[in-house]
Nanobody
Framework: QVQLVESGGGLVQPGGSLRLSCTASGFTLRYYAVGWFRQAPGKEREGVSCIRSSDGSTYYTDSVKGRFTISRDNAKNTVYLQMNSLKPEDTAVYYC????????????????WGQGTQVTVSS
């Protein structure tokens, strides 16, 4: 059974850090591009970051550049999103997704999704 499971979300103060994990089961994640998306209440889902399978190159949306880092641990079949210097506007449900011909890509490009993990940045 193909499955993606996110973890690592939580409540953090502004300026704090969190590391999200996206662990795959039923398939080998290293052969696929993986994207992180987020959706805040009342807003559309937006792409945050993506890592390609071919060369490991990465993409970040402008609002998180310099603060977020995407990486892979192939031995653990996991992709991480390290989030530093968090801001209240980073509050959202974060999703990882894979099975896409494009990285970065639109939500519709990705065929497999995790269930999401809540990130709340508040004092």
């Amino acid at each position: 059974q193909v499955q993606l499971v996110e973890s690592g979300g939580g409540l953090v103060q502004p300026g704090g850090s969190l590391r999200l994990s996206c662990t795959a089961s039923g398939f080998t994640l290293r052969y696929y591009a993986v994207g992180w998306f987020r959706q805040a209440p009342g807003k559309e889902r937006e792409g945050v970051s993506c890592i390609r399978s071919s060369d490991g190159s990465t993409y970040y949306t402008d609002s998180v550049k310099g603060r977020f880092t995407i990486s892979r641990d192939n031995a653990k079949n996991t992709v991480y999103l390290q989030m530093n210097s968090l801001k209240p506007e980073d509050t959202a449900v974060y999703y990882c997704a894979t099975d896409s011909p494009h990285c970065p890509g639109e939500s519709i490009d990705f065929g497999s999704w995790g269930q999401g993990t809540q990130v709340t940045v508040s004092s």
